[in-house]
Nanobody, 126 residues
Framework: QVQLVESGGGLVQAGGSLRLSCSAS????????MGWFRQAPGKEREFVAA??????????YYAGSVKGRFTISRDNAKNTVYLQMNSLKPEDTAVYYC?????????????????WGQGTQVTVSS
Protein backbone atom coordinates (compact mmCIF):
# COMPACT_ATOMS: atom_id res chain seq x y z
CA GLN A 1 0.00 0.00 0.00
CA VAL A 2 1.44 3.34 -1.07
CA GLN A 3 1.67 6.01 1.58
CA LEU A 4 2.97 9.57 1.43
CA VAL A 5 3.51 11.30 4.77
CA GLU A 6 4.31 15.00 4.97
CA SER A 7 5.97 16.70 7.92
CA GLY A 8 7.60 19.98 8.80
CA GLY A 9 4.66 22.34 8.67
CA GLY A 10 3.95 24.87 11.38
CA LEU A 11 3.56 28.50 12.28
CA VAL A 12 6.23 30.96 11.17
CA GLN A 13 6.52 34.72 10.91
CA ALA A 14 6.68 36.44 7.55
CA GLY A 15 10.21 36.32 6.21
CA GLY A 16 10.94 33.06 7.97
CA SER A 17 11.69 29.60 6.61
CA LEU A 18 10.31 26.10 6.83
CA ARG A 19 11.40 22.80 5.34
CA LEU A 20 8.73 20.30 4.44
CA SER A 21 9.48 16.62 4.01
CA CYS A 22 7.46 13.90 2.35
CA SER A 23 8.38 10.30 2.93
CA ALA A 24 6.97 7.71 0.55
CA SER A 25 6.49 4.02 1.26
CA UNK A 26 4.93 1.05 -0.46
CA UNK A 27 7.02 1.27 -3.60
CA UNK A 28 10.05 3.04 -5.01
CA UNK A 29 9.43 6.37 -6.72
CA UNK A 30 12.93 7.05 -8.01
CA UNK A 31 11.69 7.04 -11.62
CA UNK A 32 8.55 9.03 -10.85
CA UNK A 33 8.10 12.79 -10.71
CA MET A 34 7.37 14.20 -7.27
CA GLY A 35 5.49 17.37 -6.62
CA TRP A 36 4.10 19.77 -4.05
CA PHE A 37 0.71 21.44 -4.17
CA ARG A 38 -1.06 23.68 -1.68
CA GLN A 39 -4.61 24.63 -0.87
CA ALA A 40 -5.65 27.71 1.05
CA PRO A 41 -9.10 28.02 2.65
CA GLY A 42 -11.76 28.73 0.05
CA LYS A 43 -9.34 28.26 -2.83
CA GLU A 44 -8.55 25.49 -5.27
CA ARG A 45 -5.50 23.31 -4.90
CA GLU A 46 -2.59 24.90 -6.74
CA PHE A 47 0.75 23.72 -8.03
CA VAL A 48 3.84 24.75 -6.09
CA ALA A 49 6.82 22.75 -7.37
CA ALA A 50 7.81 19.49 -9.04
CA UNK A 51 10.91 17.43 -9.68
CA UNK A 52 11.34 14.92 -12.49
CA UNK A 53 13.49 11.83 -12.07
CA UNK A 54 17.10 12.05 -13.13
CA UNK A 55 16.57 9.83 -16.18
CA UNK A 56 13.95 12.29 -17.36
CA UNK A 57 16.38 15.18 -17.10
CA UNK A 58 16.23 15.81 -13.40
CA UNK A 59 14.38 19.06 -13.96
CA UNK A 60 12.58 21.19 -11.42
CA TYR A 61 9.55 23.39 -11.97
CA TYR A 62 8.03 26.11 -9.84
CA ALA A 63 4.94 28.21 -9.71
CA GLY A 64 5.71 31.83 -10.44
CA SER A 65 4.56 32.88 -6.99
CA VAL A 66 7.24 30.79 -5.26
CA LYS A 67 10.10 30.87 -7.77
CA GLY A 68 13.27 32.14 -6.17
CA ARG A 69 11.94 31.49 -2.66
CA PHE A 70 11.15 27.76 -2.62
CA THR A 71 13.41 24.87 -3.58
CA ILE A 72 12.32 21.30 -4.24
CA SER A 73 14.79 18.47 -3.82
CA ARG A 74 14.63 14.72 -3.48
CA ASP A 75 16.59 11.87 -1.98
CA ASN A 76 15.76 8.78 -4.01
CA ALA A 77 17.62 6.52 -1.61
CA LYS A 78 15.23 7.63 1.12
CA ASN A 79 12.19 7.83 -1.18
CA THR A 80 11.74 11.37 0.14
CA VAL A 81 11.04 14.76 -1.38
CA TYR A 82 11.65 18.08 0.34
CA LEU A 83 10.41 21.62 -0.05
CA GLN A 84 12.63 24.34 1.38
CA MET A 85 10.56 27.47 1.79
CA ASN A 86 12.33 30.77 2.42
CA SER A 87 11.13 34.36 2.65
CA LEU A 88 7.67 33.13 3.53
CA LYS A 89 4.72 35.45 3.07
CA PRO A 90 1.25 35.39 4.64
CA GLU A 91 -0.16 34.40 1.25
CA ASP A 92 1.84 31.17 1.46
CA THR A 93 -0.48 30.04 4.24
CA ALA A 94 -2.11 26.78 3.13
CA VAL A 95 -2.19 23.05 3.57
CA TYR A 96 0.72 21.64 1.59
CA TYR A 97 0.42 18.26 -0.11
CA CYS A 98 3.07 16.09 -1.71
CA UNK A 99 2.24 13.87 -4.63
CA UNK A 100 3.82 11.50 -7.11
CA UNK A 101 3.23 10.71 -10.75
CA UNK A 102 4.77 8.45 -13.37
CA UNK A 103 4.42 11.29 -15.86
CA UNK A 104 7.30 13.70 -16.48
CA UNK A 105 5.38 16.46 -18.23
CA UNK A 106 2.50 18.82 -17.41
CA UNK A 107 3.45 18.50 -13.78
CA UNK A 108 1.51 21.60 -12.80
CA UNK A 109 -1.74 19.70 -13.21
CA UNK A 110 -3.05 17.90 -10.14
CA UNK A 111 -4.88 15.41 -12.34
CA UNK A 112 -1.52 13.98 -13.46
CA UNK A 113 -0.71 12.67 -9.99
CA UNK A 114 -1.58 9.21 -8.74
CA UNK A 115 -0.85 9.37 -5.02
CA TRP A 116 -1.22 12.13 -2.43
CA GLY A 117 -0.21 12.72 1.14
CA GLN A 118 -2.62 13.86 3.83
CA GLY A 119 -1.19 17.38 3.93
CA THR A 120 0.65 19.53 6.43
CA GLN A 121 -0.48 22.98 7.56
CA VAL A 122 1.77 25.97 6.97
CA THR A 123 0.72 29.24 8.56
CA VAL A 124 2.65 32.45 7.99
CA SER A 125 1.83 35.34 10.29
CA SER A 126 2.34 38.97 9.31
Amino acid sequence: QVQLVESGGGLVQAGGSLRLSCSASGRTFSTWAMGWFRQAPGKEREFVAASTWSGGGGSTYYAGSVKGRFTISRDNAKNTVYLQMNSLKPEDTAVYYCSVTPWQTRLDSASRYDYWGQGTQVTVSS
